[in-house]
């Protein structure tokens, strides 16, 4: 049976009533290469929610750690921030992690009626990639999350990455085939495509130009973070 | 000065308050294309407007010719629909024409708190980008009216087009160098990656295969309409 592909610039174009086999959150920079890296050191669990508050609240009811950013920055009081180089086996093994951030976990909010939301990231490319060949599912949404409302040319990155992996034998719509695109004309310097990037650029000036070489290498996380339906994401 | 470029993957993207010194619309299939046809072929002026009731008021009250589509196809009662083809001199030289489209018009209505407005197609790539050099304007969004809510591939070829024109010394974000990228890579066959697109392959299906060759052809025409403070496009 032929799979459908489908892509979006931001979550924000996505219809709320997305009713797809898979949603897959691509926030590259940082918060989905955050969540393979964590399950990947051992997480136990995360949770993905939208306002500080509530992640302040569900942290201490679950004795989970809070992580996450405003502005790039760690949040105050929180455990952790948004780098995924301090999600280490020593922080995360066997934890639980509520997260909030500004544009990956409102992405997740977004996708909540599709019957399977996963998230990715260059970094599990491969992985997904071929979870998603194993699936049977006949529609999947690759869900860019975009920085503020815009395009982010890392997200499109990481779905041309994970559609180009998908084969071309795929039904796409216009936006796949975009990415596809994009991501064959910079495959050859992922790394410097995505600082020229405006988000990495952000990053940059706030000193985590380790980050941006960590979340440019492709394929080297086997994790693939699945949401439950209690809503928890693990990783099998 | 430097010129910043910015650009939205559909209308809906494009913030409503949006007070750039130009917004550039573009509906490659068809509505920007029929406009840059229709002064090319001595139309006097052209008004934009959402409905279908709206349009054949306004034609009554200005006899003017009524034109547009719904689902591609000629609106009952207009005198022309949405194929560039049919707005030939004999039929709109020195005329006024009111036209009502699915995306192009609706994207012409969002920007209206930008300082210009212009219509853009690949047919008039090369003039649009001259004018857009010799103006002094500070920034500039490249609109990308879209289909139906979604990315099209042949406006990010259009947008990319432009954007090329303009040359790299540009400021411009994500989205504008990935229209640019998207076109270096299909620019030696613009009309086969376009009639690979979700939206010519509707046209093709109507039996507008024409439209479609001719939509692609690259700077052959040298009007740019452009929207004055009486609601009506005209071109210099």
Redesign the interface.
Known sequence: MSMRLS?Y??F??VPRDIGVDLALVIDTLRMTSVAATAFSNGCARMLAVETIEEARTLADRYGALAGGERGGLRVDGFDLGNSPLEYTARRVSGRSIVVTTTNGTRAVARVKCARNVWLASLLNADAVAERIRESGFADVALVCAGTA?????ED?LTAGAIASRLGDEREA???T??CK??Y???ARDIRGAMA????AGRLLRLGFAGDLDYCAREGTLKSVPALGGDGWFTSA
Chains 1, 2 share one sequence.
Do not use: K, V
């Open positions: 892509a610039p931001t924000g174009a409302g815009r395009f982010s040319m499109a719509d216009d936006f085939l975009a695109i994009l064959r004309a910079l020229g990037s405006e988000h």
